[in-house]
């Protein structure tokens, strides 16, 4: 089974860096959630022998909705390496993905390690900052289908991430974070608008979860991990045509705006 799981790292790893769409891998195997996990692990295990250095985190699931929708009752997460971080204010090139969307999130910045079952008061002791962050999900899957397992192995969706303006929580009192307006806008016009109170009820939430899970796998958030708290609203799909650009920008009350422009070097046939 261990040659198995490395040879479907292996696959979606390679979709991954060539932007090009697979087959769900449970329409072949039979995977556990375990089992799932590990796929992950060794495909970013193959990012870390390219020298890519994982980041942090990234919590998915953490709208009930989406829960109810993929028929699961517990969150998921992902890992973020350095090759995936987007400049805030730069230029993407989406031809290194394959059908990319675009989530609203919030961004924590830990200080301390962080792991096992934790209240909110501890998870967020262990902060530095939070920011506001717009994160590139992209399945490798054709038609972006997939199940728990897939999405899992596939490392979540996640393919890149954008941080903004780091803000203190302890700067000029703890900064409120649970029910901030978030509008991400293409081109000047919103096409999302939420709360960040739809990320579990409170983005704080997610932080105790994301302790609780690296626990579960035998691991721990350590101090300096970026943790992605998940999404405040729906993704918005990201297609452009060869040469034209599309600005992203994510604005939010109390922490201000992070953005990227999209542009296409060239089309992808996929």
């Given at each position: 089974?261990?040659?198995?799981?490395?040879?479907?790292?292996?696959?979606?790893?390679?979709?991954?860096?060539?932007?090009?769409?697979?087959?769900?891998?449970s329409?072949?195997?039979?995977?556990?959630?375990?089992?799932?996990?590990?796929?992950?692990?060794?495909?970013?295990?193959?990012?870390?022998r390219?020298?890519?250095r994982?980041?942090?985190?990234?919590?998915?699931?953490?709208s009930r909705?989406?829960?109810?929708?993929?028929?699961?009752?517990?969150?998921?997460?992902?890992?973020?390496t350095?090759?995936?971080?987007i400049?805030?204010?730069s230029?993407?090139?989406?031809?290194?993905?394959?059908?990319?969307?675009?989530?609203?999130?919030?961004?924590?910045?830990?200080?301390?390690?962080?792991?096992?079952?934790?209240?909110?008061?501890?998870?967020?002791?262990?902060?530095?900052?939070?920011?506001?962050?717009?994160?590139?999900?992209?399945?490798?899957?054709?038609?972006f289908?997939?199940?728990?397992?897939?999405?899992?192995?596939?490392?979540?969706?996640?393919?890149?991430?954008?941080?903004?303006?780091?803000?203190?929580?302890?700067?000029?009192?703890?900064?409120d974070?649970s029910?901030?307006?978030?509008?991400?806008?293409f081109?000047?016009?919103a096409?999302?608008?939420?709360?960040?109170?739809?990320?579990?009820?409170?983005?704080?939430?997610?932080?105790?979860?994301?302790?609780?899970?690296?626990?579960?796998?035998?691991?721990?958030?350590?101090a300096?991990?970026?943790?992605?708290?998940g999404?405040?609203?729906?993704?918005?799909?990201?297609?452009?045509?060869?040469?034209?650009?599309?600005?992203?920008?994510l604005?939010t009350q109390a922490l201000?705006?992070?953005?990227?422009?999209a542009?296409?070097?060239?089309?992808?046939?996929?």
């Amino acid at each position: 089974m261990t040659e198995l799981l490395g040879q479907l790292a292996k696959r979606v790893d390679s979709a991954a860096q060539n932007a090009t769409a697979i087959a769900q891998l449970s329409n072949e195997v039979s995977l556990s959630i375990a089992d799932a996990y590990q796929v992950q692990n060794l495909s970013i295990l193959q990012r870390i022998r390219r020298d890519e250095r994982v980041m942090g985190v990234k919590m998915g699931f953490t709208s009930r909705a989406k829960m109810q929708q993929m028929g699961v009752d517990d969150l998921i997460f992902g890992q973020l390496t350095d090759a995936m971080l987007i400049d805030d204010g730069s230029k993407l090139d989406l031809g290194r993905f394959i059908h990319p969307r675009v989530e609203p999130e919030i961004a924590f910045l830990l200080n301390k390690p962080l792991s096992g079952k934790v209240s909110i008061a501890e998870a967020m002791a262990s902060v530095a900052a939070v920011a506001p962050a717009l994160e590139v999900i992209d399945s490798r899957y054709d038609n972006f289908k997939f199940s728990l397992v897939d999405v899992i192995a596939d490392n979540c969706s996640s393919a890149g991430f954008c941080v903004g303006t780091w803000h203190s929580v302890n700067q000029g009192g703890t900064l409120d974070i649970s029910n901030l307006g978030m509008v991400m806008e293409f081109d000047g016009r919103a096409v999302q608008i939420g709360s960040s109170a739809a990320i579990l009820g409170n983005p704080w939430r997610s932080l105790v979860e994301a302790s609780r899970l690296a626990a579960a796998a035998g691991s721990f958030l350590p101090a300096g991990c970026i943790v992605l708290a998940g999404a405040a609203t729906a993704a918005e799909a990201l297609v452009i045509k060869a040469r034209d650009t599309c600005h992203v920008r994510l604005l939010t009350q109390a922490l201000g705006a992070v953005e990227f422009s999209a542009h296409l070097l060239q089309e992808n046939p996929v």
